[in-house]
């Protein structure tokens, strides 16, 4: 997708040189038509870089869009069953702001408003919080992405940040 913009780009440019050089300028050009010429070619330089930055994409450096929330869940592990709040959630797991309750790969069960009971394993944590991977996600996936996506979560806003800081980039 890069190519076409980049190829207008460089014969701008190349346009831009061949019109400075003093052997090959036309003689009979006025010098305000050459500034405004020049400025144009700028201009449309200007505009060809921004639609080549859209072109390649940022780096995903996790598989699924996290959500930041506090809703409070249940957890259970074996017999012990405790109300933690939920620091983010995303399809494929969740971090728990609750000190982690065994050690990792302990199989617990999480259950979520909208969606219901889970299959999950300790994947990380400390004694503030730990993080779980949705075992059998398979399962709870169509209710996950329903809970997730519902617009309750903000993530319009997320999405206008992330615009607005790719632009100033």
Same mark, same amino acid.
């Given at each position: 997708?890069?190519?076409?913009?980049?190829?207008?780009?460089?014969? &701008?440019?190349?346009?831009?040189?061949? =019109?400075? %050089? +003093? *052997?090959?300028?036309? $003689?009979?050009? /006025?010098?305000? #038509?050459?500034?405004?010429?020049?400025?144009?070619?700028?201009?449309?330089?200007?505009?060809?870089?921004?639609?080549?930055?859209?072109?390649?994409?940022?780096?995903?450096?996790?598989?699924?869009?996290?959500?930041?929330?506090?809703?409070?869940?249940?957890?259970? &592990?074996?017999?012990?069953?405790?109300? =933690?709040? %939920? +620091? *983010?959630?995303?399809? $494929?797991?969740? /971090?728990?702001? #609750?000190?982690?309750?065994?050690?990792?790969?302990?199989?617990?069960?999480?259950?979520?408003?909208?969606?219901?009971?889970?299959?999950?394993?300790?994947?990380?944590?400390?004694?503030?919080?730990?993080?779980?991977?949705?075992?059998?996600?398979?399962?709870?996936?169509?209710?996950?992405?329903?809970?997730?996506?519902?617009?309750?979560?903000?993530?319009? $806003?997320?999405?206008?940040?992330?615009?607005?800081?790719?632009?100033?980039?």
């Amino acid at each position: 997708m890069v190519r076409p913009f980049a190829l207008l780009a460089g014969l &701008t440019l190349i346009g831009m040189l061949y =019109a400075s %050089l +003093a *052997d090959f300028a036309p $003689s009979l050009v /006025r010098f305000d #038509a050459m500034v405004m010429n020049l400025g144009w070619s700028v201009y449309n330089i200007i505009v060809l870089l921004m639609a080549i930055s859209v072109c390649v994409e940022l780096p995903r450096y996790r598989r699924e869009e996290r959500f930041a929330t506090a809703e409070p869940t249940r957890i259970r &592990t074996g017999d012990r069953i405790f109300m =933690a709040p %939920l +620091a *983010d959630v995303s399809v $494929s797991g969740a /971090r728990i702001q #609750a000190p982690r309750p065994g050690p990792v790969g302990t199989l617990v069960t999480i259950t979520l408003e909208h969606v219901g009971d889970i299959e999950a394993r300790i994947v990380d944590g400390s004694d503030a919080m730990f993080v779980v991977e949705f075992a059998a996600a398979d399962k709870t996936r169509d209710a996950l992405i329903r809970k997730l996506f519902s617009g309750r979560y903000g993530q319009r $806003s997320a999405a206008d940040r992330a615009l607005f800081a790719r632009i100033l980039r």
